[in-house]
């Protein structure tokens, strides 16, 4: 069994062992892995069995801000590791994931954290080994009865060629630029995001991404990514171009104090979670001696669904 980094040119391989675990088309991963720029930050480790690879653990480094006089901090986002069903689970489960923390660890990583679906009726089980849990990324779901007052935004045809100035904030956010955004949204293969603007002049003051789709045979509007200084304005602003394109069922997922949820709850009407058929665990392991205590506190986070997306 040999234990080596992995890189876009083991697409194949490595499609085939996501295809075989998670029943995605293998296609559309292999062209999802294909497609990565050779200076992707993931670190992703594989075992191998000769030719076949076996199990992997992959993390994506990044950069938050700092909050109450902190400097800028890095962490990352892992996914759940890959097995193959007829290998041990187990040993194999240290034998991915220690080179990664290490590597994550020396690069000076704060903290490796991993979100967890499960099933609504799932009961609460033991945090994966080295982990232990921050807490559940809530869902909001809304509806939209009447139309806010507040001007719509202008919806765009084509990625956003820049992002808005953003201001210091007070929780810890993501740190993203405009490069990231065309990554995350506009190179994907299996989703089609749209984005509505607020300009002045030529300026980008406000940008939300969102997507389109059905629940319960009704339209639906999920919001993923929103990027602007005066939200409490951004969102009633949104929530009208969403209003006059037919769409009255507003979702979204976030950790429990993020800055959207006050604007929605004042602009819709706010419907049970149990909507949801599952419910989303946030874990954490430090990496280092001493992490910052609100790096660890998930009421200090502010992450909107597409920041808790793993890579």
Known sequence: MKVLPLTPADHRPWAGLLSLTTGQPYTTLRQQLASQSPQNTAVSWGAWDGASLVALFSARPMTINGVQHQADMRIALAQ??????????????????QPVVESLRLQGTQALFQVERRP?????????????????????????????????????????????????????????DIDEVRKRYCAALDETYHFAVCQQNTAVTGLVVYKLSRHFGLPMAQLVAVYGAELEKLIPRWLTTMYDQGQRLIYTM????????????????????????????????PL????????????????????????
């Open 80 to 97: 759940t590791p890959v097995i193959h069903p007829k290998y041990d689970q187990e040993a194999l489960y240290q034998t991915v994931t």
């Open 120 to 176: 609504l009726w799932a009961s609460f089980r033991q945090a994966p080994r080295g982990y232990h849990l921050l807490g559940q990324l809530r869902p909001y779901w809304g509806w939209l009865s009447q139309r806010p007052d507040a001007p719509p935004l202008h919806v765009l045809h084509h990625c956003p060629d820049q992002l808005p100035v953003l201001r210091p904030h007070q929780q810890i956010t993501f740190m993203v």
């Open 254 to 285: 976030t950790t429990p104090n993020a800055a959207v949820r006050p604007a929605l709850r004042q602009h819709t009407q706010r419907l049970g979670e149990r909507l949801s058929a599952e419910r989303y665990l946030l874990y954490a392991q």
């Open 288 to 311: 280092q001696r001493y992490v910052p205590a609100n790096l660890l506190d998930l009421k200090q986070w502010n992450w909107v669904a597409s920041d808790i997306a793993l890579p």
